[in-house]
């Protein structure tokens, strides 16, 4: 158990709806990274938030979002859903978020499932 | 970023000592090498980094060549549960989020 935790583990929905996946760091952490893992592209980063703040964006789509609150959970909306959207969403956390040497827990993911 | 290059697959024999390999020319000074593996239907899990010298955990060792252009996993005795892919990483210094390649996948036998 790595201490992150991700809700839904499963989630189904049709094209053209909008979900939102819930990520809880690590106690403690101040940063949290989601990656987006399909068959085609593998794992990718999407955006990371330190501290509430945006601090990194990688290749997510311009019909995701995301935000860090107070209380440092994550949320990762999507929108406007299409069939290759369907994926594991994973999160992760680490305490500081800046130097490389930084470990990151990974949450167990989310399975979203496009019909 | 600087790219890794891993084989896409090996196998190991439980109990025996895996060798996983990476290479990575282009890395450059500021370039920490991470490891991290997956094991099935789980996310990703760390499992090692070092910048210049040989490092060891509890999981692995890290052996990292002179130049710094390969570098290698060492699991010192496979088990079944060590069956899982394995991601070879750079991250630059001031790089927070990690860049996956296709990593390696190892097959433990009983």
């Known amino acids: 158990d790595s201490g992150v935790t991700q809700t839904p583990k499963h989630l189904i929905t049709a094209t053209g709806q909008r979900v939102t996946l819930r990520c809880s760091p690590r106690?403690?952490?101040?940063?949290v990274y989601w990656y987006q893992q399909s068959l085609d592209q593998g794992l990718q980063f999407l955006i990371q938030?330190?501290?509430?703040?945006?601090?990194a964006k990688g290749n997510i789509l311009e019909r995701f979002s995301a935000q860090q609150f107070p209380d440092l959970h994550s949320e990762l909306n999507l929108s406007s859903l299409e069939l290759g959207d369907s994926a594991l969403y994973f999160c992760?956390?680490?305490?500081?978020?800046?130097?490389?040497?930084?470990?990151?827990?990974f949450g167990p993911g989310t399975r979203l499932t496009v019909l | 970023d600087a790219k890794t290059t891993q084989p896409n697959s090996m196998e190991s024999n439980e109990e025996e000592p895996v060798h996983l390999p990476c290479n990575h020319s282009?890395?450059?000074?500021?370039?920490?090498i991470h490891w991290y593996r997956q094991l099935p239907s789980q996310g990703p899990e760390y499992v090692i980094h070092?910048?210049?010298s040989n490092v060891n955990n509890r999981m692995a060792s890290l052996a990292i060549a002179e130049d710094r252009k390969s570098s290698t996993l060492i699991l010192h005795r496979a088990t079944l549960r060590d069956a899982a892919v394995y991601y070879c990483?750079?991250?630059?210094?001031?790089?927070?989020?990690?860049?996956f390649g296709k990593g390696t996948k190892l097959s433990v036998k009983p």
């Open positions: 106690s403690g952490d101040l940063s």
């Open positions: 990483i750079l991250r630059r210094g001031s790089q927070g989020n990690l860049i």
């Open positions: 282009t890395i450059s000074g500021t370039d920490y």
């Open positions: 070092g910048l210049t």
């Open positions: 938030y330190y501290n509430g703040e945006e601090r």
């Open positions: 992760a956390s680490s305490s500081r978020g800046v130097a490389g040497v930084d470990e990151q827990f």
